[in-house]
């Protein structure tokens, strides 16, 4: 397929992203290679398959990877422990395997009469094989069932999207067959226009305070957690669902545990800033 042939990703109206992220999708796309998409929390990895799935309006299948996910389980499941049951019990042709031959995600994603997008979310929970495993059907796209003795081919190549958190360190292997892309935190005027799609009829002022105050936060290295991008607009729903939508005072921060969410970074904040603000300046923090 010729470059200006394929389906561009051009964003979704209710996902902000930035012309690098949209460069890697499309690079993924006419590569046909797997996006290995990275950022910290709140950058938005999960949600961007999804803003592609709305843009190319293709359906989209979830795999949400956990620390006992095997790659096998991604493929296909033999429902032996039902058989067995139907076999005691009767009611059923127990000799046709194939009635107990369950398809995982990926095989969904084969054998789906349309493309889809495929998320492999947070690939690096699962134990250091899992990507390796992964790596023939990937390249591939398809896979050897023995218990049926038949071959499952993608009928259509899907456009996968796979997370990691770098949790862990992926197989070099595994990261040569990918499209590389690492999220930036968003730089406060990608960030207004963020909120600005959650909240359209946000009060100006409330949002130049709300940004202030959250970049300031962020840049406390000492917090073991910085508020992310989904603290944000937690935060600012809670003022606005409140009513303390107008302007925020300077050194307030109303319902604190909605940004901070580690109780040794509020004690810090409280015991570094606030008290200091406080003995000269006379300011307050609300409870969370």
Request: proline residues 5%.
């Amino acid at each position: 397929m010729k470059a200006d042939q394929f389906e561009k990703f051009k964003g979704s109206a209710d996902y902000v992203i930035s012309d690098a992220l949209k460069n890697a999708v499309n690079v993924s796309i006419v590569l046909k290679r797997p996006l290995l998409v990275r950022g910290e929390p709140g950058t938005g990895k999960t949600l961007l398959s999804h803003s592609i799935s709305v843009s190319l309006g293709k359906p989209l299948i979830r795999w949400h990877i956990k620390s006992t996910t095997k790659a096998a389980e991604g493929l296909y499941v033999y429902d032996t422990v039902q058989r067995l049951n139907d076999s005691r019990f009767g009611g059923k042709d127990v000799s046709n395997i194939k009635h107990y031959i369950k398809l995982g995600k990926l095989g969904q994603a084969f054998t789906a009469p349309e493309q889809v997008v495929l998320l492999i979310d947070e690939v690096d929970k699962a134990d250091l094989e899992f990507p390796n495993d992964l790596l023939n059907e990937l390249d591939e796209m398809s896979f050897y069932i023995p218990e049926t003795d038949e071959t499952i081919s993608a009928k259509h190549r899907p456009v996968v999207i796979i997370t990691s958190n770098n949790e862990k360190e992926l197989p070099d292997a595994f990261l040569r067959r990918c499209i590389f892309h690492y999220i930036e935190f968003p730089e406060p005027p990608l960030m207004e226009e963020i909120v600005k799609v959650h909240f359209p009829d946000i009060k100006s002022t409330l949002l130049k305070e709300a940004l202030e105050t959250f970049y300031t936060l962020r840049k406390i290295d000492d917090f073991r957690k910085k508020p992310s991008t989904s603290e944000l607009i937690d935060w600012i729903q809670a003022l606005m669902a409140s009513g303390l939508d107008g302007k925020i005072k300077d050194g307030e921060i109303p319902f604190l545990g909605t940004l901070i969410k580690k109780e040794n970074d509020i004690d810090f904040y409280v015991t570094h800033h606030v008290k200091k603000k406080a003995q000269t300046r006379g300011y307050n923090v609300y409870g969370n």
